[in-house]
């Protein structure tokens, strides 16, 4: 990321906006806002790689399915550059045994959320990870979320909670197993 780029858009933006870049609380803003981003939109600069080596553990008796739950999120909208964030629930059927450490869900969840986008990609994008790491017999994943683009503009609605889900597999084909997934995430 070219943080000297972003300092020197950010002190335009100051000055566009009537502001003065040079005064004291504003004068280190820019290379404040240029941290900022390299840490919020971090899975731009990350190797992919990074998670193409989780560790798989092989499980004879391994559940049915495992659950992952409120798993904090935040991520920043495409449109407007505004925060939305909110809780993930991931969930998986194991495959002959294989699962992978249950930290490494809520990483996955970061990564796909340190860019700019969409609740809808990150749900997806969540879903699609969970399967090229795994190979699954299933996958589901939900998200609620609040945007600050409809809360702090633009139509200012305080509080909505937008939810997505996505279903793969078992969880796409069997009723029973995403009743249980909607009934334990609380929907
Ligand atoms: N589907 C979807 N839409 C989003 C998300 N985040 C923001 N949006 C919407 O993206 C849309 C962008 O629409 P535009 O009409 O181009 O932008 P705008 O004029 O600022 O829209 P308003 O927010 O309605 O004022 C808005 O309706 C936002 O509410 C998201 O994660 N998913
Ligand atoms: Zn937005």
């Known amino acids: 990321m070219d943080e000297k780029r972003i300092e020197n858009a950010v002190s335009e933006i100051i000055s566009a906006i009537g502001e003065d870049p040079t005064r004291e609380g504003l004068v280190e ?3 404040r806002v240029a941290k900022m981003y390299t840490e919020i939109f971090s899975s731009l600069s990350d190797e992919p790689s990074d998670f193409d080596n989780f560790k798989v553990f092989h499980e004879d008796e391994s559940p049915e399915m495992v659950l992952v739950q409120q798993i904090p999120f935040y991520s920043m909208c495409e449109h407007h550059f505004l925060p939305f964030f909110g809780v993930a629930n991931v969930a998986y ?3 002959n045994g294989e699962v992978i450490g249950i930290s490494k869900i809520p990483r996955l969840v970061d990564y796909v959320a340190k860019k700019p ?3 809808e990609r990150i749900t997806n994008d969540i879903l ?3 399967e ?3 190979h699954p017999k299933g996958v589901a994943v939900s998200l609620s979320a609040r945007h600050m683009c409809m809360e702090m503009r633009g139509i200012n609605k305080s509080e909505l909670s937008t939810y997505t889900s996505k279903f ?3 969880f796409a084909n069997n009723l029973d197993l ?4 909607l009934r334990q995430t609380g929907h």
């Open 29 to 31: 803003t820019p290379a």
């Open 93 to 95: 059927i194991p495959n």
């Open 117 to 119: 986008g969409m609740q």
């Open 128 to 130: 699609s990870e969970m």
């Open 132 to 134: 090229r790491i795994l």
């Open 168 to 170: 793969s597999g078992e």
């Open 178 to 181: 995403k009743t249980e997934f």
